[in-house]
């Protein structure tokens, strides 16, 4: 199992920044893909970004390309999400989510581990 804590939400004008936390336990942490994921009101869950178990390989969606920069810290079981020149449209409840495949994956259902999110809003 792995429990996985997202934190770091809030709330910003638009191009303004915000790191998200995730703070993983559980299981070794240094073995697990690592994703991003968001979900807007009345959306289906997206994308955002992913990290593979050595930090060696990203993957993000276009849309923040550019904007977003996901790390991680295996020291400290934990992954962020440095988010800058926010957009309204990035709106959104963050999560969380671990595969223990190690791979930096786009699709949701290789994920089997998932945070609670945390609520990101950018006013314009």
């Known amino acids: 199992q792995v429990q996985l804590v997202e934190s770091g939400g809030g709330l910003t004008q638009a191009g303004g920044s915000l790191r998200l936390s995730c703070a993983a336990s559980?299981?070794?942490?240094?073995?697990?893909?690592m994703g991003w994921f968001r979900q807007a009101p009345g959306k289906e869950r997206e994308f955002v970004t992913a990290?593979?178990?050595?930090?060696?390989?990203?993957l993000s969606a276009d849309s923040v390309l550019g904007r977003f920069t996901i790390s991680r810290d295996n020291a400290k079981n934990t992954v962020y999400l440095q988010m800058n020149s926010l957009k309204p449209e990035d709106t959104a409840v963050y999560y969380c989510?671990?595969?223990?495949?190690?791979?930096?994956?786009?699709?949701?259902?290789?994920?089997?581990?998932w945070g609670q999110g945390t609520q990101v809003t950018v006013s314009s």
């Open positions: 989510a671990a595969n223990p495949g190690g791979w930096a994956l786009p699709m949701p259902n290789k994920y089997d581990y």
């Open positions: 559980g299981r070794t942490f240094s073995t697990l893909g």
């Open positions: 990290i593979s178990w050595s930090g060696g390989s990203t």
